[in-house]
């Protein structure tokens, strides 16, 4: 799995390649808004600008999607770094300062700690799902009501009857 280290929070977190940032960071409990994001976000609608992220370098190169529609109109004035992380999606390790809009004490020193130690890359394939648990082929246990659908007919009307005509 891809890692994102999120570089205020000095924090590591794995996710599945193509999931949302935005929703990673949230689940994760860090914090993507600065006060206004807080008051009143757009849950992830590309529409308040409130879920900056800066992209730092150190990461796996095109870790995240390309910017979207929404991101090149909405991110005009900004850092050609910073991106919407409600608008990208994980593909690949990455290294994110969050609320690059608010300072960060030792930036320098901060960002030279996240850079010296190892991204791991992780696998960049989703888990094979569990097996399917075994299809039993007895019906009994089952009322009339669970049990296997009957089979039907159609009416002159065009309206579905049961088998049985009633
Ligand atoms: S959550 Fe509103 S723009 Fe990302």
Redesign the pocket.
Same mark, same amino acid.
Do not use: E, P, S
């Given at each position: 799995m891809p890692v994102i280290r999120f570089v205020r929070e000095q924090r590591d977190v794995e996710c599945y390649p193509g999931e949302n940032l935005?929703e990673v960071a949230l689940r994760e409990g860090i914090e993507l808004y600065g006060l206004k +994001?807080r008051l009143g976000? %757009? +849950? !992830? =609608? !590309?529409? =308040?600008?409130? %879920?900056f992220v800066e992209v730092v370098e150190g990461g796996a190169h095109n870790a995240l999607t390309e910017l979207t529609s929404v991101e090149l109109l909405?991110l005009k004035r900004r850092p050609q770094t910073w991106r919407?992380? %409600?608008?990208a999606l994980v593909e690949k390790s990455v290294m994110v300062l969050t609320k690059p809009q608010v300072g960060l004490g030792d930036r320098e020193g901060e960002l030279i700690r996240a850079r010296s130690l190892p991204l791991p890359e992780g696998p960049t394939a989703w888990p094979e799902p569990p097996a399917a648990p075994q299809q039993e082929d007895s019906q009994e246990g089952l009322t009339a009501h669970e049990g296997a659908a009957s089979p039907s007919t159609t009416s002159d009307e065009g309206g579905v009857l049961p088998a049985d005509g009633r």
């Open positions: 935005r +994001g976000n %757009c +849950g !992830g =609608c !590309g529409q =308040c600008i409130t %879920c909405k919407l992380a %409600c608008q």
